[in-house]
């Protein structure tokens, strides 16, 4: 299995270096060169089996040559041992012919645990067989950071560095980060918002002479291995309402189109998905693209859902390669645009291959409120405001086909909004109970590359 960019003018690459590398040197994305399929029947048989066994199957044809069977397996099983559910990703019916896909039970409290820990166990096995070292650095939203730090943590071969925007995470979000105490765990506060975090991550992987020093790897969506990682709960709950006998449909609140991205793999390895419905808040770039064929950036505007409060959404480029049917160029120039201009128009022919993989809708703040408050009586659940996008928007696509909404974080990481929106303050899981007790570890970074890669080269070869 070989891993293209799409900008078309990097090397392609196996799947432990695509995974290992994250970013490639043309500033694209790595995608797998063809996607594979299973049929019918296999998805058929996976009926009854366990989260672990599923994830197995699904990503196995990915991987290649780069862990055996058993290997694998052992590792996948590692990486869910973690989460405080038995079923990893349960699914929990809301309305009539609606469900909430539950995300939240990893050790940091949102979907992003489903990627970062078994990549964290990717990364060490690759790793320690070459007898090699990494540094990880990440941008993050808020949820990214705290999950790579407890996938990463005490690992002997790797150092984390984490970016977040300063004083624009929740409390809940930047405690998960800042009171990680091993010494390879490193969280930075940066004066700016999240796309200035990604900016200067992007910035950082282009400066090749920084990225060979410190051997640069990136953890962030644009890692192939955490998209991949995240296919395989559309494959459970499919399963899980019928499929493949009966299609179904998803709702995804998304910013950086990463989780959404892993449904369309889904749908591309012969999944019945029905629609794949982009779920934003008031920055909402990705639905006005939809609607207008304009991808035109116009700054953040902070929300009570802030792991979505991106305007740059990365991922986005791995759906407009295969819209402009795999023309690395074509990429190429458009990122060119966004980088010089702000924005660019998506062509007619790609627009029309979006419009069939993808449907969307927005929230505004009012409405992602209003929804977390409904939600408690009509549907007996207490919604974190990032599910709240997704169930508001999911009211518009109601239909005989079963609907899953995904639930992307536990309410408790959003205490203060839920209780503004329903007047209830949602509990921590015991397990961390004591977070607001434990010390914290920061340090503060300015928007500026040469600054973050002092520190960066301060923590790692001190
Ligand atoms: C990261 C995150 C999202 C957005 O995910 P994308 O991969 O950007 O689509 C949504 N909700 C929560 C809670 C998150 O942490």
Same mark, same amino acid.
């Given at each position: 299995m070989r891993y293209v960019s799409t900008r078309g003018a990097a090397p392609d690459l196996s799947f432990e270096d695509a995974m290992l590398t994250? #970013?490639?040197?043309?500033g694209g994305l790595y995608v797998p060169a063809e996607i594979p399929t299973l049929g019918q029947g296999d998805i058929a048989a996976?009926?009854? =089996?366990s989260y672990e066994e599923i994830a197995f199957r699904v990503m196995r044809p990915f991987i290649?040559?780069?862990?055996t069977d058993a290997e694998f397996a052992d590792l996948i099983d590692k990486a869910y041992?973690?989460?405080? *559910?038995?079923?990893r990703a349960p699914l929990k019916q809301l309305q009539p012919n609606h469900y909430l =896909?539950? =995300?939240? *039970?990893g050790p940091t409290l949102a979907f992003k645990d489903f990627a970062m820990q078994l990549i964290g166990q990717l990364f060490q096995a690759a790793l320690s067989r070459r007898g090699d070292r990494v540094t990880i650095v990440g941008a993050t939203s808020g949820d990214t950071g705290s999950a790579a730090m407890e996938a990463f943590?005490? #690992?002997?071969?790797v150092d984390v560095f984490i970016l977040f925007p300063h004083g624009r995470v929740s409390e809940v979000q930047r405690r998960q980060m800042t009171t990680v105490?091993?010494?390879?765990t490193h969280a930075l506060a940066l004066t700016g918002d999240f796309d200035d975090c990604q900016a200067r991550l992007k910035d950082m992987f282009n400066h090749f002479e920084f990225r060979d020093r410190v051997k640069l790897a990136g953890v962030n969506s644009i890692n192939w291995a955490r998209v991949l990682a995240q296919v395989v709960y559309y494959f459970s709950a499919a399963v899980s309402l019928g499929a493949p006998l009966r299609p179904v449909s998803f709702c995804v609140p998304t910013g950086n189109f990463g989780d959404i991205f892993a449904g369309y793999i889904a749908k591309k390895m012969? =999944? &019945?998905?029905a629609q794949l419905i982009i779920a934003t808040n008031q920055n909402d770039i990705l639905h006005r693209a939809m609607v207008s064929s304009a991808y035109t950036t116009e700054g953040v505007t902070p929300s009570i859902? &802030?792991? !979505?409060?991106?305007?740059?959404?990365?991922?986005f480029e791995r759906a407009l390669f295969d819209a402009y049917g795999r023309d690395g160029n074509a990429v190429a120039q458009l990122m060119d645009e966004l980088k010089s201009g702000g924005g660019f128009k998506i062509s007619q022919g790609a627009m029309q291959a979006l419009r069939e993989s993808f449907a969307s809708g927005r929230a505004s703040e009012a409405e992602t409120s209003a929804m977390i408050k409904r939600?408690?009586?009509? !549907?007996?659940e207490l919604l974190c405001p990032h599910s709240a996008v997704g169930v508001h928007v999911a009211q518009d696509f109601q239909s005989a086909v079963p609907l899953v909404t995904l639930a992307?974080? *536990?309410p408790a990481k959003f205490p203060d909004a839920v209780e503004a929106a329903a007047g209830t303050r949602p509990p921590l899981p015991a397990?961390?109970?004591d977070l607001f007790d434990r010390p914290e570890r920061v340090q503060r970074v300015e928007n500026d590359l040469t600054a973050i890669e002092a520190v960066i080269e301060e923590g790692v070869f001190a």
């Open positions: 994250g #970013l490639a040197r043309d996976m009926a009854g =089996l290649g040559d780069t862990f041992a973690g989460f405080g *559910h038995a079923a =896909l539950e =995300l939240f *039970h943590r005490g #690992l002997d071969n105490t091993e010494a390879n012969g =999944l &019945p998905i859902s &802030p792991s !979505m409060d991106i305007q740059v959404s990365s991922n939600a408690v009586p009509e !549907m007996g992307t974080a *536990h397990r961390m109970a």
